[in-house]
């Protein structure tokens, strides 16, 4: 059935989003209206643009749940961006990155976490890792894999990541899936000398 919400009968047109997350709160994006939150009872909540942008809600926009439970990513076109849900389980934006934090591209079409505590995003530009320090809540670094390490696609829009039982990131493009074990993959932390 269509669905219609407890407190007054609406409907939500034009949804492009959607994730259902671990604390019973649903969350959509809609095409023309924005977010919406929908609880347990079928009530339907706008969510303030103050609080998460319309723009956000474009047609690539995908929703992650942090393995923390208590925020969440939205990765759109616009780039990647932490919310973390308030006493009343409202969402407050917490983090955003974008190419101003050295992301190779703002579009970054999926999402996974590692069990180094970093993400993994797959950008229209290829694979990122970043690395985000906990007491700052700054990111310190955007890792970017390149085609000399073998990882090369044709049509990044379409690449999407996930994260197994064990730890292991997967990679799914265009002509390949890759496997990653994180905990074998470090980054240098130093700038090299110059010479």
């Known amino acids: 059935h269509v669905f219609k919400s407890t407190n007054g009968g609406r409907r ?23 977010f919406f939150i ?6 339907i909540y706008p969510v ?25 990513w939205i990765a759109s076109s616009f780039g990647l961006v932490r919310y ?3 006493e009343k389980l409202v969402p407050k934006k917490e983090l955003e990155i974008t190419t101003k934090q050295r992301l ?27 690395e985000i320090d906990s007491s700052t809540n700054q990111v310190v670094r955007v890792n970017r894999f390149s085609e000399d390490q073998g ?14 039982a064990q730890g292991t990131i997967w990679a799914g493009l265009t002509n390949q899936l890759l496997k990653f074990d994180p905990s074998a993959i470090q980054f240098q932390k130093t700038p090299p000398a110059i010479v």
């Open 38 to 43: 929908i609880d347990e009872q079928d009530n």
């Open 151 to 164: 990882i090369n696609a044709e049509y990044w829009a379409e690449a999407r990541l996930a994260t197994d």
């Open 12 to 34: 939500l047109v034009w949804p492009i989003c959607i994730h259902y997350f671990s604390n019973g709160r649903l969350l959509v994006g809609t095409r023309n209206d924005g």
């Open 104 to 130: 190779p591209n703002n579009g970054v079409r999926s999402i996974a976490f590692d069990t180094c505590h970093r993400i993994w995003a797959a950008t229209l530009q290829g694979i990122v890792v970043i």
């Open 84 to 86: 973390r849900w308030d």
């Open 48 to 72: 303030p643009k103050a609080d998460i942008s319309y723009q956000d809600a474009a047609g690539s926009t995908r929703i992650f749940e942090d393995p923390s439970r208590v925020k969440f």
